[in-house]
């Protein structure tokens, strides 16, 4: 698959554009960092995929080509050892109503969050 000929990233929206001849995508970093193809995230099986939480404000911090097929992606709560080929790009843009809503289910069903955890020790009230 040949590399997109445009890509930005938004940082006030949290979302990666990527533009190829036919197609563009705006794909969420929240989605982009729970759906990381590192082994950190993926596993080395489906059975081993760790369900992210917490990641609705994470933001991209960095990102840098690894040769003509493919992105690595640094996100700004340290995760960095996912390289996103083309193609997954791809299809994370295209079917993004899928991964969004697997994901949401995933949450759902461990009763987990997007939102980040704060702990209470750090919290301060008015």
Known sequence: MQPP???TYHKIAHTLELQW???QYQIPAELLRVYSPSAEV???SADQRTLQTGKKNVGIRQIE???NYAIRITFDDGHDSGIYAWAYLQEMGSQQDRFWQDYLLELKQANASRLPNI???QWTPK
């Open 119 to 121: 702990p209470v020790s």
């Open 5 to 7: 000929k445009h890509i």
């Open 42 to 44: 993926r596993g080395h």
């Open 65 to 67: 080509p690894v040769g």
């Open 21 to 23: 001849d036919t197609e």
